[in-house]
């Protein structure tokens, strides 16, 4: 079946430590996303990529970073920089261009202590 | 800038109809998305309007005016799990902001017997 993954569902890390957070589709889709969501708030965006090797800052890029080297993968690091990591965190991906509905994946958990 | 504002949280009664408001303020205005998100879980794509009107889906319509910046999604007929949030996202022409979704904060509908 076609879709989107992220893995693991929940993720717990200490203090200190960098993340890696897995997406993976399978659409055959150009564009990619990553969102952060936190309780009570709408989705922001951390990064996004439109093609291969290629990505851009979202609103709130600073403490993460990404890597687009395959069409189907599109991983986030959250590192030791981002102040608040703890938070739900969503993969999206799309045909690309702004008119198309964008695919989320199940989310991650991501809990920092 | 850009805003997009939606009530935080709404209540309705099973079977009955619910109007959900959203108000945006973005230049480059390329379309506006609606999807619903159970708790914990991805969310899942409702509609896209692009021009203004009603677009109908089943028990859920969406309207847009691109003059005063509103859309509002319908929901007929309510069943218990239609109880979810429900997030507006604007879509901008290509650009620097160009290629991404910005979301509003999301309503919370709970649908009580």
């Known amino acids: 079946d076609g879709g989107i993954t992220q893995s693991p569902k929940y993720l717990f890390r200490k203090e200190g430590q960098n993340v890696t957070l897995s997406c993976e589709q399978n659409?055959?889709?150009?564009?990619m996303y990553w969102y952060r969501q936190d309780p009570g708030q709408g989705l922001r965006l951390i990064y996004y990529s439109q093609i291969v090797n290629d990505f851009q800052k979202g609103d709130i890029a600073e403490g993460y970073s990404v890597s687009r080297e395959k069409k189907e993968s599109f991983p986030l690091t959250v590192t030791s920089a981002q102040k608040n990591p703890t938070a739900f965190y969503l993969c999206?991906?799309?045909?690309?261009?702004?008119?198309?509905?964008?695919?989320f994946g199940p989310g991650t958990r991501l809990t920092v202590t | 800038g850009q805003n997009i504002d939606q009530p935080t949280e709404m209540t309705a009664t099973e079977g009955a109809i619910v109007q959900i408001n959203c108000t945006y303020q973005t230049s480059g205005f390329n379309g506006l998305f609606w999807y619903q998100q159970h708790a914990g879980e991805a969310p899942t794509f409702l509609s896209y309007?692009?021009?203004?009107g009603l677009e109908e889906k089943g028990r859920f319509s969406s309207f847009l005016s691109r003059s005063k910046g509103y859309s509002y999604l319908l929901l007929k007929e309510l069943q218990m799990k239609d109880s979810a949030s429900y997030l507006c996202?604007?879509?901008?022409?290509?650009?620097?902001?160009?290629?991404?979704?910005?979301f509003g904060q999301g309503t919370e509908l709970s649908v009580k017997p």
């Open positions: 309007n692009v021009l203004d």
């Open positions: 999206a991906s799309s045909m690309g261009g702004n008119s198309y509905e964008q695919y």
């Open positions: 659409l055959n889709h150009d564009a």
């Open positions: 996202a604007v879509s901008r022409l290509r650009g620097p902001q160009g290629g991404k979704l910005i």
